[in-house]
């Protein structure tokens, strides 16, 4: 095998090594930051609401959907969120069922990791 292939060769497997999993980022999964200052959080069906309660939800790959908790402002409203990019998702508050997109979504957009 030539010098040269084998270089190409390992270096592809090198760079493909290297790339990020992108599998989290495709997904609803992560933080989330509305323009307002409210945030929230989806690991799978688990998450921390804008009001900050832990809760679970109906969970698909890009769609997550929940019922705002007690003790929060809107409690016992539908939520739909889809996600529409890698850094976006819409949010309906107040489907009558949590399936349906009614009115205008908001846009809500990843957080952006702080530092210090």
């Keep these: 095998m030539p010098f040269r292939f084998r270089f190409h060769s390992i270096l592809v497997v090198v760079?493909?090594?290297a790339v990020p999993d992108p599998a989290r980022a495709d997904a609803v999964d992560g933080d989330w930051c509305f323009k307002d200052g409210r945030?929230?959080?989806i690991d799978g069906p688990n998450m921390i609401t804008p009001g900050g309660?832990?809760?679970t939800g109906?969970?698909?790959?890009?769609?997550f959907r929940y019922t705002i908790p007690g003790?929060?402002?809107?409690?016992?409203t539908h939520v739909?969120?889809?996600q529409w990019s890698e850094q976006e998702i819409r949010v309906w508050q107040g489907a009558r069922k949590p399936v349906r997109?009614?009115?205008e979504p908001e846009i809500w957009r990843?957080?952006?990791?702080?530092?210090s």
């Excluded at 109906?58 to 769609?63: D, K, P, Q």
């Excluded at 003790?71 to 016992?76: D, K, L, R, V």
């Excluded at 990843?110 to 530092?115: A, E, G, S, W």
Aim: proline residues 0%; aromatic residues 4%; glycine residues 12%.
């Design 15 to 17: 760079l493909l090594l």
């Design 39 to 41: 945030s929230l959080s």
């Design 53 to 55: 309660q832990a809760h």
């Design 58 to 63: 109906e969970y698909e790959r890009h769609v």
């Design 71 to 76: 003790g929060e402002a809107g409690a016992g």
């Design 80 to 82: 739909l969120m889809v």
């Design 101 to 103: 997109r009614e009115g």
């Design 110 to 115: 990843r957080c952006q990791l702080r530092t």
